[in-house]
């Protein structure tokens, strides 16, 4: 299943006709091609999430409320602040509005559209958003929605943001930009096919979310199970008093961390000597910890960085770990190094004794990840990270070495099959996405014609 699939299963239009426009080719004969500001109203919003004296209580509809729901809805959990009378009257939620991100740091992020289907009393259009109001004598909202998610019309925008680190829309842009506008019943006939197709591939992809999320919980629960209670089912197990231990093997050591391992903490060389980055070292930071296995990051630096700075060098073979970030609300990233590597001062490097493996280190990480979570980080703590004096200090277990081995082998292995199975789902949902958005771009730019796939439907409907 790929982008060209809609093509081949929905029939075209019966005539065609030259658009004008490069980038859009041929259009279905009876189709129009128009800049948005002759069939919308747009305003950019200048409500912010102040409550200032004087003015009415709102509930606001911010960015994320769009970048995250294509339809706007009572359910959702709108912001209170207050707007002038003339900022509700202009920017008032209402059946057919559609609404657009217009500033964003990626520019990827730039004009993602959600669909107002029902009129939100007290509800309006918040920063950072443009508010888009169909003329409805010539264009329908839920089809100009679908049309600004399909990815050929969309990227007209995003060629047009301006900015270095933050990218941002202007009126005349968005005034300016170029629709595909069939007769107004065609709309909603395109508007309903889109509706009830993506509604099946979005059930799809559920599905497959889901069983993603059932695949890494029994991962999670092989990992816990195996590094705290080893291999054999028969072995007598006993209680050491470490309460997110639980019982672990009654032959099995405890050891404060700080006894099996040595730690070691990162920094970050000057930036404003330029040489210092030149260099062939990995230095690795939080953005590099994508996999379970580290050899290479973003930046380098040199051996003078090194010198000059609180970093050091870090041999391979050692348990890495982000030690500050807002990521540990939720996970604790870990990884070994297979190379050499300095690290920022984000992170924090553990290399074991020779009591202790690696992976085998790594792998409790892994397996008990919300618990450490909890052992490691101060309480009250306003900044989300590792305290050094709770990690080094919190009891681990420790089995034999060939038990330690045996154990990471075990679930290298495991791990490993049910990984091939997550990325096997994970491709099934990514081609799925790729038919979603190539079939919502067939439908709005006329390369397929659905208006009899429609009314079968309502026919089919109407006998039910």
């Given amino acids: 299943m790929n982008a060209g699939a809609p093509a081949r299963r929905w029939k075209p239009y019966p005539a065609y006709k030259d658009s004008g426009v490069e980038w859009l080719g041929k259009v279905p004969e009876q189709w129009k091609v128009l800049k948005l500001k002759h069939i919308v109203k747009v305003n950019l919003s200048n409500v912010d999430k102040k409550t200032n004296e004087g003015e009415e209580n709102v509930k606001l509809c911010n960015y994320i409320d769009v970048y995250y729901n294509d339809c706007i809805t009572p359910d959702l959990d709108f912001m209170q602040a207050t707007a002038s009378a003339n900022q509700i009257d202009r920017f008032a939620l209402r059946e057919g509005d559609v609404i657009i991100t217009k500033d964003s740091e990626s520019w990827e992020d730039i004009a993602v559209p959600a669909y107002v289907p029902a009129d939100l009393n007290g509800v309006i259009c918040g920063y950072h958003l443009a508010h888009i109001r169909p003329n409805y004598s010539h264009i329908n909202g839920e089809y100009l929605f679908w049309s600004l998610c399909a990815p050929r019309l969309n990227h007209q925008f995003r060629v047009e943001a301006h900015g270095i680190t933050r990218f941002g829309l202007g009126k005349d842009c968005i005034d300016n930009s170029l629709f595909l506008v069939p007769p107004i019943n065609e709309q909603k006939s395109i508007a309903s096919f889109l509706d009830r197709q993506t509604a099946h591939l979005d059930a799809l992809i559920s599905k497959k979310e889901r069983l993603i999320d059932l695949l890494e919980e029994k991962r999670a629960a092989l990992i816990s199970r195996a590094v705290t209670k080893g291999l054999d089912p028969d072995v007598r197990m006993k209680d050491f008093g470490v309460e997110w231990l639980g019982e672990v093997p009654d032959h099995w050591n405890l050891k404060k961390l700080k006894y099996a391992a040595v730690f070691f903490g990162g920094g970050t060389p000057s ?194």
């Fill in 271 to 464: 930036k404003d000597i330029i040489e210092y980055w030149s260099g062939n070292i990995p230095w690795v930071s939080p953005k590099d910890m994508k996999s379970e296995l580290i050899n290479d990051a973003e930046d380098h630096i040199n051996e003078e960085a090194v010198k000059n700075s609180a970093t050091v060098v870090i041999d391979s073979g050692a348990v890495i770990i982000v030690a500050r970030s807002g990521i540990l609300k939720h996970t604790i990233p870990v990884a070994i190094n297979i190379r050499p590597l300095a690290l920022n001062q984000d992170m924090k490097a553990m290399v074991p004794k020779a009591i202790l493996k690696s992976d085998y280190l790594a792998y409790v990480i892994r397996g008990y990840q919300s618990a450490l979570l909890v052992e490691w980080r101060k309480a009250g703590a306003t900044v989300e990270s590792i305290e050094h004096e709770l990690l080094v200090n919190t009891f681990f277990p420790l089995p034999t070495l060939s038990e330690q081995h045996a154990i990471a082998s075990f679930l290298d292995r495991e791990t490993a099959r049910i990984d091939a199975l997550i990325s096997k789902v994970r491709e099934g949902i990514e081609k799925l996405r790729e038919y979603r958005a190539g079939l919502i771009s067939a439908a709005v730019t006329g390369k397929i014609d659905v208006r009899e796939a429609v009314s079968g439907f309502q026919a089919h409907s109407d006998k039910l």
